[in-house]
């Protein structure tokens, strides 16, 4: 049998050498016939939180966020099962290039009992979501040795805060892009992405469509100094459809500017500062970088991350955001939203440590009449995990959090309830976090 089946490769690739195609795409239709797998380090990725938690008040885990705040400061403050089950297969054509399919899911469920089960409902919190789903071929173009030609389901370089999960640049979705184009003094990448597609009628009765689209271009890895890089994005949106079809007020196109300066060697660890600016279809609150053509406004923020050691047994990360955005669509008008958070680890010796958050928020809404809302929430766990570093996973967690809030209602119940007139609250409970 496997004789016949490479005898049959061999035919395949003969016919395709002779007919079809240069070496390179005859390479490749052989490989796909024989499958030369490469050993992948790791093809089998995975990331999950769950766990179990309660109020002091009574019933479930309360999470605790401010209200009209983009993000909240996650230890001890996540009421989820979350899992992103990720699958990688590489092969490698000699003379034609590595290729890599990537494949993502997410599951996500409210963690109420054992059968949790999925609805399809994605307002829902029992869900289940195709992420990623994409293929890419590194040094498959002979005129950009290095660069990488990718196809499908795809994030690009999405990037976040950890201890707040705030995703600040995170393009991504359906498209087509080039990435690590080397240009001497930096690599260059480029994507069009797909943000959502809706069939609407206009006022004739007429039947259309019309699209989001993304199109981010960066420049990553510019060496400034020996411990100093930058990046430079520019991502733009555009919304277009069916000619007939009015649309008015969903084809707002959006730009958004993001500069990264990196910092190593930064009291024992890093520091990145990011500066963006972005306009209309760009200004989401959170997962900027997708276009939607019914935003309108723009939007000015900073934000100074990195980890740093403190002495030898503790490191921590830490984050300081502020972002002045005008929403001419919203009810608040827009709003100042400023965020100051950290996270200590103490490492204890072995597996054994115990992390301490700090967050605070303060949004300020700018329409007449509505109040601020600001919180201060920390959280104390004992964790033992498997390593003595920061990011050591899986961690397993026993957390008590407390919140407090300057006004009854700010909370904004990112799960559990909250009594109606209160302006604090406590939850413990445990959690695993695990990713590889």
């Known amino acids: 049998m496997m004789k016949r089946e490479h005898k049959q490769a061999a035919r395949i690739s003969a016919i395709v050498q002779k007919n079809l195609a240069p070496k390179a795409l005859a390479l490749a239709v052989t490989a796909a016939a024989a499958f030369p797998a490469v050993a992948d380090e790791n093809p089998f990725h995975l990331y999950f939180r769950s766990g179990i938690g309660s109020a ?18 996650r230890l001890g403050n996540e009421c989820e099962t979350y899992a992103a089950v990720r699958l990688i297969k590489g092969l490698d054509v000699e003379g034609a290039g590595k290729f890599k399919v990537t494949t993502e899911m997410i599951y996500e ?21 195709i992420r990623r789903f994409n293929v890419a071929g590194t040094d498959v173009i002979e005129a950009l040795p290095g660069a990488t030609l990718w196809i499908g389901k795809e994030f690009v370089d999405r990037q976040n805060v950890h201890i707040n999960d705030f995703f600040y640049w995170d393009p991504k979705g359906p498209g087509v892009g080039l990435r690590d184009i080397d240009v001497g003094f930096g690599k260059v990448g480029v994507s069009w992405l797909r943000n ?12 259309g469509n019309y699209v ?27 919304t277009s459809g069916t000619k007939r079809l009015s649309y008015d007020g969903n084809d707002n196109s959006g730009s958004l500017v993001t500069v990264n300066f990196m910092f190593s060697d930064v009291l024992g660890g890093s520091n990145k500062l990011t500066l963006q600016h972005a306009k209309d279809g760009m200004i989401a609150d959170a997962n900027t970088g997708n276009q939607n053509g019914s935003l309108e406004g723009d939007f000015f923020r900073i934000i100074d ?15 300081a955001i502020y972002e002045d955005k005008n929403d001419d669509k919203a009810a608040t008008e827009g709003y100042t939203w400023t965020s100051f958070g950290i996270r200590p680890v103490v490492q204890w010796g072995g597996y054994s440590s115990t992390a301490f958050e700090l967050g605070y928020d303060l949004v300020d809404p700018k329409a007449d009449g509505l109040k601020t809302a600001s919180m201060t929430k920390f959280t104390v766990a004992q964790q033992f995990s498997a390593g003595s570093k920061f990011y050591s996973r899986p961690s397993l967690r026993l957390f008590a959090t407390f919140a407090k809030w300057d006004d009854a209602g700010a909370n904004s119940n990112a799960g559990g309830v909250t009594p109606e007139h209160a302006t604090q609250g406590i939850s413990f409970g445990a959690q695993t976090e695990v990713w590889f």
Do not use: H, M
């Open 196 to 207: 959502g597609s809706t069939n609407a009628t206009d006022d004739g009765g007429d039947a």
């Open 56 to 73: 002091v008040d009574g019933g479930d885990q309360v999470c605790y966020k401010a209200q009209n705040a983009p993000a909240k400061y």
């Open 212 to 238: 989001n689209n993304t199109y981010d271009i960066r420049l990553s890895k510019v060496a400034l100094t020996d411990k100093v890089s930058a990046e430079f994005g520019l991502t733009l949106g555009s």
């Open 109 to 129: 469920t409210d963690q109420n009992t054992d059968w949790e089960q999925i609805n399809g409902d994605t307002s829902s919190a029992d869900r289940l979501a």
């Open 305 to 319: 991350s990195g980890i740093v050691a403190i002495g030898d047994q503790t490191e921590a990360q830490f984050v």
